[in-house]
Antibody, heavy 127, light 110 residues
Framework: QVQLQQWGAGLLKPSETLSLTCGVY????????WSWIRQPPGKGLEWMGEINLSGKTSYNPSLKSRVTISVDTSKKQFSLKLSSVTAADTAVYYC?????????????????????WGKGTTVTVSS | QSVLTQPPSASGTPGQRVTISCSGSSSNIGSNTVNWYQQLPGTAPKLLIF???QRPSGVPDRFSGSKSGTSASLAISGLQSEDEADFYCATWDDSLNGPVFGGGTKLTVV
C-alpha cells in the first residue's frame, strides 16, 4: 500500500522560501501525477500544483510565479518550493498522489482524484 | 471564495440520512466527474467518493454520491458519531485547467 511521508521546515520568516519534500513508499511514481495542496487554518483546501514522472508540471495560476515543484525519480521523492512567503502562506501543506485518466467503464470519461495523501506539514510564517 | 459552493454546515442524528450539496458550473461539475473527500478532525483528507459515485475499497456503502447537471450531492445514511468531519467536493475545472474544491461542509452528529 502506497504511503506518502512528507517533511520540511515548519517555521519561516517573511520573504523566505518554503521547502517541503514528499517521499513515495510502497509504490511507483509511474502512471500518476504528484500534487501539493494546502489548507490555511480553519479554511478549505487549495491546489498548488503537480508534477508527473517526466517532470511535466502544472501550477495554480494564483501561485504560479512563486511555486516550483520538482521530482527526483532516483529517490522516489517530489518537492515543493514556495518563494517570498508571507503570513498568508501559513497553512498545513499536504502532498498527494493523483490518479488521472479516461475511464471506459463505470463512469465513462475523464477522471481526476487524489487517492493517497500525506499526513500534512504545518508551516507557520512569522517574523 | 471557492469555485464550488457547499453549505458550511450540516447536521443529523444517529441513524439518520443526510445529504450535502455541491454546486458548480458548466466548466467544472457540468463537464467533469466529482469527487468527495472526508477530513476527520486533525487529520489529512481521505478520498471518499470518486468519479461521481464510486467508492474506494474500504469505504462503507453508507456513503454514496450523485451528480446532475452542474450540481452534485453526497449522501450519508445510517449516520454514526464517527462520521463527524469536514466534507469537500472537488472536480476538474476546464477554464482554470486545474482541480477545484468546494469550501467544505462541517457535519455534526447531534
Amino acid at each position: 500500500q502506497v504511503q506518502l511521508q512528507q517533511w520540511g521546515a515548519g517555521l519561516l520568516k517573511p520573504s523566505e522560501t518554503l521547502s517541503l519534500t514528499c517521499g513515495v513508499y510502497g509504490g511507483s511514481l509511474s502512471g500518476y501525477y504528484w500534487s501539493w495542496i494546502r489548507q490555511p487554518p480553519g479554511k478549505g483546501l487549495e491546489w498548488m500544483g503537480e508534477i508527473n514522472l517526466s517532470g511535466k508540471t502544472s501550477y495554480n495560476p494564483s501561485l504560479k510565479s512563486r511555486v516550483t515543484i520538482s521530482v527526483d525519480t532516483s529517490k522516489k521523492q517530489f518537492s515543493l518550493k514556495l518563494s517570498s512567503v508571507t503570513a498568508a502562506d501559513t497553512a498545513v501543506y499536504y502532498c498527494a498522489r493523483v490518479s488521472v485518466g479516461t475511464a471506459t467503464t463505470g463512469t465513462p470519461g475523464f477522471y481526476y482524484y487524489m487517492d493517497v495523501w500525506g499526513k500534512g506539514t504545518t508551516v507557520t510564517v512569522s517574523s | 471564495q471557492s469555485v464550488l459552493t457547499q453549505p458550511p454546515s450540516a447536521s443529523g442524528t444517529p441513524g439518520q440520512r443526510v445529504t450535502i450539496s455541491c454546486s458548480g458550473s458548466s466548466s467544472n461539475i457540468g463537464s467533469n466527474t466529482v469527487n468527495w473527500y472526508q477530513q476527520l478532525p486533525g487529520t489529512a483528507p481521505k478520498l471518499l467518493i470518486f468519479s461521481n459515485n464510486q467508492r474506494p475499497s474500504g469505504v462503507p456503502d453508507r456513503f454514496s454520491g450523485s451528480k446532475s447537471g452542474t450540481s452534485a450531492s453526497l449522501a450519508i445514511s445510517g449516520l454514526q458519531s464517527e462520521d463527524e468531519a469536514d466534507f469537500y467536493c472537488a472536480t476538474w475545472d476546464d477554464s482554470l485547467n486545474g482541480p477545484v474544491f468546494g469550501g467544505g461542509t462541517k457535519l455534526t452528529v447531534v
